[in-house]
């Protein structure tokens, strides 16, 4: 079940083509809103509105897709007046009068809600640091690594934002470490920062210790703060594709640090486990959510496939295969690759559906709302086309 080099070759070009002829075309020039500036991604199945509101971190995200389009595609003028639009109407509007960001916004960047996690700044940081590559602003670069340091500092000061839960049963979160982990990857890599990698190490660590379990073969969601298992439901809740984006992130890294084989092991781990956790033996794909008791889940859409943990196995199963030639691994990203885009993709209007019935049938038709939008799906098929063809595919 290796892939050969002709197959190889098939699937760069399967993802650019996808990408630059298919995805991107849905979202862009359409989505950007000449009016007030950024972009209007709530959109039904044929690219329709169905909202005119933002959601702050789409903006960042869609900013930092068209900034890098111009870095690592083509320097083309109208990506990077869009991803400005994105920029500027996230300076302007995305920051409440104490520095943090808000969550929501109206169309004319009116605030409706601000959560209490900052994860709206971790895509301000990569869109605003790619963006500062593609273009030579200064200012951009300056905010990219001010609000990366911010991020650090809420991610590391108990207190600093109000809390969600009280102390009664502390826990902590795989997202942190994971999506801060990812941050400094994308800093690094454009503009460049001298704390990253301390702090990717750091964070890989976190994961490793408190997160990863050998002894039940899984990657928890969230543990208490001595990395022990909480033994309720919200604590014995997995989120496989979650886990699996985080198992290409620390892949990621091992391939940074020249194939790092502890890193690969640890990633490779990570992927095994929740691959065995989430696919779905009867219909196919990513279930959601599971127990790690196998008990009964809370969230009643536990058993539904949505679109982004099929993004994150797609890469993390290619990555795994890329760095260690496992056969294991071209098997499962024949898989979910064939799975996602006979199930997700739109064969008539283009991009995906979001969200799909446990049988893989349509569950609605929106392409964009408050939590998808241009990211997860086009990132995936320009990670891809990219690594294939830096191994020259």
């Known amino acids: 079940m290796s892939y050969t080099s002709e197959e190889l070759k098939d699937l760069s070009i399967f993802y650019k083509n996808q990408l630059l002829n298919d995805t ?3 979202w862009f020039p359409r989505s950007i809103d000449e009016e007030y500036g950024g972009y209007l ?3 039904d199945l044929d690219g329709s509105l169905i909202d005119d509101d933002k959601a702050v971190w789409i903006q960042g995200r869609g900013a930092w897709l068209l900034s890098t389009l111009c870095n690592t595609v083509e320097p083309r003028k ?3 007046d869009g991803a400005k639009s994105g920029i500027d109407f996230l300076n302007k509007y995305g920051f409440d009068t104490d520095g943090q960001m808000f969550f929501h916004l109206t169309r004319d960047g009116q605030p409706i809600r601000k959560r209490r996690y900052y994860f709206s700044e971790t895509f301000a940081v990569i869109a605003n640091a790619a963006y500062a590559k593609a273009s030579g602003d200064e200012q951009a670069a300056e905010r990219a690594r001010y609000l ?3 991020c650090i500092e809420y991610s590391t000061t108990p207190g600093l934002l109000p809390a969600k839960f009280t102390g009664n049963r502390p826990a902590k979160g795989i997202g942190v470490p994971m999506i801060m982990m990812n941050t400094a990857q994308q800093l690094r890599e454009t503009i460049g920062d001298p704390r990253c ?3 990717i190490t750091k964070w890989i660590e976190e994961i490793k210790y408190d997160f990863v379990k050998e002894d039940i ?5 969230q543990v208490a703060p001595d990395g022990s298992i909480i033994d309720h439901i919200d604590g014995r809740t997995l989120n496989p594709g979650h886990a699996i984006e985080g198992a290409w992130f620390i892949l990621h890294e091992a391939k940074y640090r020249n194939n790092d084989p502890e890193l690969i092991e640890l990633g490779c781990k990570m992927l095994d486990y929740m691959w065995e956790r989430g696919w779905d033996k009867e219909h196919g794909g990513i279930l959601y959510f599971n127990d790690v008791y196998d008990k009964p889940v809370q969230e009643y859409w536990q058993d539904m496939k949505f679109w982004w943990p099929h993004n994150e196995t797609i890469i993390a199963t290619l990555l795994a295969y890329t760095l260690t030639g496992d056969e294991k691994y071209a098997r499962w990203h024949k898989l979910v690759h064939n799975y996602s885009y006979e199930k997700f993709y739109d064969k008539e209007n283009g991009e995906w559906f979001g969200y799909l019935h446990r049988d893989g049938s349509v569950a609605q038709t929106a392409k964009g709302n408050m939590f998808k939008g241009p990211f997860h ?3 995936q098929e320009w990670y891809c ?3 294939l063809q830096s191994l020259g595919y």
Not at 217 to 221: A, G, I, Q, T, W
């Open 217 to 221: 073969k899984c990657v928890m969601e």
């Open 385 to 387: 086309a990219q690594l």
């Open 197 to 199: 990698d301390e702090w």
């Open 78 to 80: 109208d990506w990077l």
């Open 24 to 26: 991107i075309p849905f």
């Open 377 to 379: 799906l086009p990132r």
């Open 148 to 150: 990366f340091g911010k």
């Open 41 to 43: 991604f709530m959109r």
